[in-house]
């Protein structure tokens, strides 16, 4: 990057910090720096909850995914109106009424202190191991702009979010946060503008759309029913509702954002803002991808877009192989370009003739190009078997660097750090509201002062700091992070929301049944996971209807009553 990137960047980033710390300042108990208060007004809490999801895993990958998979993934989101709703209509009103600091604590009122351990502790599990994945994404930037190694990145990513997490909590969280997604919806538009700009001027956002559909990039709607099938309208409207609803509606991150409203309405309306503003937003990030696929066709595309492993390769023994299979790329991507124009001068012709031909050899170009590249990921692996060869998370990055002016590559980074060290910092916050509350107020001081306490909740916050940055450093091979933290996160989330449903609905169900059925469906979602047996978004359904059916098998041996007070009289 240029001084000027990098000024850009750095002004950026102390200014995001400074402003949190500030507004977050005179945190004097546990109220204020786990709750904010209770006093965020509904934009606040949208524009937090938005900014808690969209780490810079969702603008670093989701624009890869897009280039090499198309936009089927924003079927991912279908679902997510209709969990919006229910959690408007039921979590929010009874978290509310019974003043919880963390969603968990309402399940001991209605269960036993047993079955809201073990859901609090997976929430721990998967929250944890998911926001070190939040601190390894941005950390692939610096790793590759600064040409260090990804541990060192990896470090300071994980100081500077925990250093104003740790001083600020959720204040600072949700400040930061507004300013934050102030920045990212500047920074997708512009990205948007300078990618149809920097296409060449007699090929148009049309004519760019046109390229990529004709290469099977714009599969946005898949109606073929298909377990296997990871992204279809079933799975993201079934599935993708059961993971949202999870996600949303027990989900400490995302509870404890809305739970720091005035009140329910406010609740509500910052739940209706990200249900309404959120499907569109990942639209457009997608196509960014898009068009940075179809800008690709008509300019030089790297054989390999990561280019620390790609530089590795060529100081190794195979560099003779390496060399060699790169120029044979080159001259793939040149006739491939030739091919693409012709595909345009048909296409504003108006010519059927020639469009198909011509679109026949822009696919045959394009499966040689993938053949190549499928050889220089082989040699990785012959090199170094422990070489990360998905290069997804890498495409827009390159992409950023290499070809946008001076000043707005500072600006489009610092943009993707910001969703980096939001969404790290609500992780953070929310893994020291739940240890603090559910486990150590829970169980070893529940007679703690004011002070205590929030001091209690810093050094949590540190600690969990630390273990996200530790986990972050073994993150390298899991894939496109956008997926990875998806299906991390559906390993747990049927079986916590599957929880959450017989506290809300079977109310003859009680602790000891819900508890056993939720050990149960937790083992059962591993194996399945392990053998490969359904696309991930079918495990969040499968975990909540084992929960719920077998906590009702469990129940009719000994059938308790429930009181009825945990629950807003209609």
């Not at 945190?27 to 900014?51: C, F, Q, T």
């Not at 029913?225 to 509606?249: T, V």
């Amino acid at each position: 990057m240029s001084s000027l990137d990098w000024l850009v960047l750095c002004l950026t980033l102390f200014s995001i910090v400074a402003y949190g710390l500030w507004k977050s300042r005179g945190a004097k108990n546990i109220e204020g720096y786990l709750m904010g208060d209770r006093a965020l007004p509904w934009y606040h809490i949208g524009l937090s909850v938005m900014a808690t999801q969209a780490s810079a895993i969702t603008f670093i990958s989701e624009p890869g995914l897009a280039f090499s998979d198309g936009m089927r993934f924003v079927q991912f989101y279908f679902g997510l109106p209709f969990a919006m709703i229910l959690i408007c209509k039921t979590f929010i009103p009874i978290f509310h009424k019974l003043n919880v600091f963390t969603a968990y604590e309402f399940l001991e009122k209605r269960f036993d202190c047993r079955t809201r351990l073990l859901t609090a502790f997976l929430f721990l599990l998967q929250r944890g191991l998911s926001t070190g994945l939040t601190i390894y994404a941005p950390s692939i930037i610096l790793s590759g702009i600064l040409h260090v190694d990804i541990t060192y990145t990896t470090l300071l990513m994980g100081f500077l979010v925990i250093l104003y997490t740790v001083y600020g909590g959720t204040k600072a969280v949700s400040y930061t946060q507004l300013f934050q997604m102030s920045l990212i919806f500047g920074g997708l538009i512009m990205s948007g503008f300078l990618l149809v700009h920097l296409l060449p001027p007699t090929v148009g956002f049309g004519d760019a759309l046109h390229i990529a559909g004709k290469l099977g990039k714009l599969n946005l709607i898949n109606t073929h029913f298909d377990l296997h099938n990871r992204y279809n309208l079933w799975s993201g409207i079934i599935g993708g509702f059961f993971l949202q609803l999870s996600y949303f509606g027990t989900d400490q991150s995302q509870v404890g954002r809305y739970l720091a409203a005035k009140s329910i309405a406010q609740s509500r309306l910052g739940l209706i803002l990200n249900g309404l503003i959120k499907i569109p937003m990942q639209f457009l990030i997608l196509l960014i991808g898009i068009l940075v696929f179809s800008f690709y066709q008509f300019h030089s595309e790297p054989v390999f877009f990561n280019e620390i492993e790609l530089h590795h390769l060529e100081n190794s023994g195979a560099r003779e192989q390496v060399l060699t299979l790169e120029a044979d790329y080159a001259s793939v991507n040149k006739l491939k370009q030739n091919t693409v124009n012709e595909l345009m001068d048909a296409v504003h012709s108006n010519d059927p003739g020639k469009i198909d031909p011509a679109r026949a050899n822009l696919q045959q170009m394009t499966q040689k190009a993938t053949a190549i590249r499928k050889q220089v990921t082989d040699l990785m692996i012959k090199n170094n078997p422990k070489a990360d060869i998905n290069d997804s998370n890498y495409i827009f990055l390159s992409f950023i660097t290499a070809y946008l002016p001076k000043g707005i590559i500072g600006l489009l980074i610092g943009m993707i750090f910001l969703a980096a060290m939001g969404s790290t910092a609500s992780g953070l916050n929310s893994l020291a509201s739940t240890t603090v509350i559910d486990f150590y107020k829970r169980l070893y001081n529940k007679t703690g002062n004011a002070s205590h306490y929030l001091s209690v909740s810093r050094w949590a916050t540190l600690a969990w700091g630390l273990f996200c940055v530790l986990s972050a450093l073994y993150m390298s091979r899991l894939g496109n992070l956008i997926e990875a933290v998806n299906i991390l996160g559906s390993l747990f989330y049927g079986t916590i929301l599957g929880i959450f449903l017989v506290a809300f609905y079977m109310k003859k169900v009680q602790g000891k049944a819900v508890f056993y059925a939720a050990i149960l469906t937790e083992l059962i979602i591993l194996i399945v996971w392990h053998y490969d047996l359904m696309a991930f978004l079918w495990l969040n359904v499968l975990g909540c209807l084992l929960v719920m059916s077998l906590a009702f098998f469990f129940q009719k041996a000994k059938p308790t009553p429930l009181s009825e007070n945990l629950f807003p009289k209609k």
